[in-house]
Nanobody, 120 residues
Framework: QVQLVESGGGLVQAGGSLRLSCAAS????????MGWSRQAPGKQRELVAL???????NYTDSVKGRFTISRDNAKNTVYLQMNSLKPEDTAIYYC??????????????WGQGTQVTVSS
């Protein structure tokens, strides 16, 4: 059993910043990729940022230059620093991680989501 627990969402004015955190725990053998996705009302879920075990990073175009993903492998934790937030960043943000448990094939796990609301 693997759990992803997110924290750090909230309400912020446009131009402000928030930092999301997500800690993975449970029966973990290895964590490959960790990332963040978001889903705005009436829209499909989209991948926002992803980081590999070696530190590589990828971002969706709309957040490049504003968001930074990082991870602490010792703590099995991934962070998303969000700066210069815009109202269109308003969404539920989900942590996701590609994790291998002992004796199991790796698979994607998802957190419960944290609300980020950016007011204009």
């Amino acid at each position: 059993q693997v759990q992803l627990v997110e924290s750090g969402g909230g309400l912020v004015q446009a131009g402000g910043s928030l930092r999301l955190s997500c800690a993975a725990s449970g029966n973990i053998f290895s964590i490959y990729a960790m990332g963040w996705s978001r889903q705005a009302p009436g829209k499909q879920r989209e991948l926002v940022a992803l980081t590999g075990s070696g530190g590589s990073t990828n971002y969706t175009d709309s957040v490049k230059g504003r968001f930074t993903i990082s991870r602490d492998n010792a703590k099995n934790t991934v962070y998303l620093q969000m700066n210069s937030l815009k109202p269109e960043d308003t969404a539920i943000y989900y942590c996701n991680a590609f994790i291998k448990g002992p004796g199991l094939l790796p698979r994607w796990y998802w957190g419960q989501g944290t609300q980020v609301t950016v007011s204009s």
